[in-house]
Nanobody, 113 residues
């Protein structure tokens, strides 16, 4: 199983960024997927989840209305569209497959002017 995140980097406050997570080694379309993040000195926290078919999503209160989780099952790819970014969104973002406890390596997102 591999989960490979991409799309992180440096963005100014108020900006947007889209993260991707390419999945392989399991039947991606059969399982719910999740994004987590971990800021320096803080515990890892759930950001958003999406069901296998993409019809139901759930967000942490801190990102609701600003972030959108989605997936393309034909491409075995999970996405996180992040808008109106704030400095407190700075963290390493991880892709997670709950059914098997699989984690990606993470991608750094830094929101700073």
């Amino acid at each position: 199983v591999q989960l490979v995140e991409s799309g992180g980097g440096l963005v100014q406050p108020g900006g947007s960024m889209r993260l991707s997570c390419a999945a392989s080694g399991f039947t991606f379309s059969s399982y719910a997927m999740t994004w987590y993040r971990q800021a320096p000195g803080k515990e890892r926290e759930l950001v958003a989840t999406i069901t296998s078919g993409g019809t139901t999503t759930h967000y942490a209160g801190s990102v609701k209305g600003r972030f959108t989780i989605s997936r393309d099952n034909a491409k075995n790819t999970l996405y996180l569209q992040m808008n109106s970014l704030k400095p407190e969104d700075t963290a390493v973002y991880y892709c997670y497959a709950p059914h098997g406890g699989y984690w990606g390596q993470g991608t750094q997102v830094t929101v700073s002017s």
